[in-house]
């Protein structure tokens, strides 16, 4: 099982940037494929971004595609989410998840285990 605690939401104007991380519990990070989800009020929750156990592979929402890049630390049992060129319509919160998986894919997938969440909210 798996504990992860987001950390760096706020707010920003329009333009600007924030890098989100989520930090994870136990000795077995490398093991999971991790997700950071939005959800806006009176919205679909969305994956933005994923990211395989390696690392080497990912996937981005096409909204967000030369804005977001996802990156994980093994090491530091981390993953982050750097948001540029942040947008209105951006705004929402942001939770990361987990699935401990044998593959080294960032394809959808279903996932286990959510943090709480950050909010990120952008203004105009």
């Known amino acids: 099982q798996v504990q992860l605690v987001e950390s760096g939401g706020g707010l920003v104007q329009a333009g600007g940037s924030l890098r989100l991380s989520c930090a994870a519990s136990?000795?077995?990070?490398?093991?999971?494929?991790m997700g950071w989800f939005r959800q806006a009020p009176g919205k679909e929750r969305d994956l933005v971004a994923a990211?395989?156990?390696?690392?080497?592979?990912?996937y981005y929402l096409d909204s967000v595609k030369g804005r977001f890049t996802i990156s994980r630390d093994n090491g530091k049992n981390t993953v982050y989410l750097q948001m540029n060129s942040l947008k209105p319509e951006d705004t929402a919160v942001y939770c990361c998840?987990?699935?401990?998986?044998?593959?080294?894919?960032?394809?959808?997938?279903?996932?286990?285990?959510w943090g709480q969440g950050t909010q990120v909210t952008v203004s105009s």
């Open positions: 998840a987990a699935r401990s998986v044998l593959h080294d894919s960032a394809r959808p997938m279903s996932y286990d285990y």
């Open positions: 136990g000795r077995t990070f490398s093991r999971y494929a």
């Open positions: 990211i395989s156990r390696s690392g080497g592979n990912t």
